[in-house]
């Protein structure tokens, strides 16, 4: 009866001791992936702001170009170092 015990006693203390590591595995698991979502979050944050930007970038460049075009076709207007040619009929 007392082997008995004294087995049942070291399985026990083995299941706690495997418990235990298990749970600390976890928490180191738990905070490397908490400092991983927060690296991804700053790294779509950046992303987002880039997006933005070239959107922005985007809208302005269209502005320019429709600004050059009406100035070339309205008011006859050239780039320093371009030469225009005007066709008459």
Do not use: H, P
Not at 10 to 23: A, E, H, R
Not at 65 to 73: D, I, L, Q, S, V
């Amino acid at each position: 009866m007392r082997k008995l015990r004294i087995i049942g006693n070291i399985i026990f203390f083995s299941l706690v001791v495997y418990f235990i590591g298990q749970s600390a595995r976890i928490f180191f698991n738990k905070r490397s992936m908490q400092n991983n979502l927060i690296s991804t979050d700053k790294e779509i944050k950046e992303l987002n702001d880039k997006k933005n930007r070239l959107l922005s970038q985007e809208k302005n460049s269209d502005e320019d170009e429709k600004t050059e075009k009406f100035a070339r076709n309205n008011l006859n207007l050239k780039k320093e170092g371009e030469e225009t040619y005007k066709i008459s009929e």
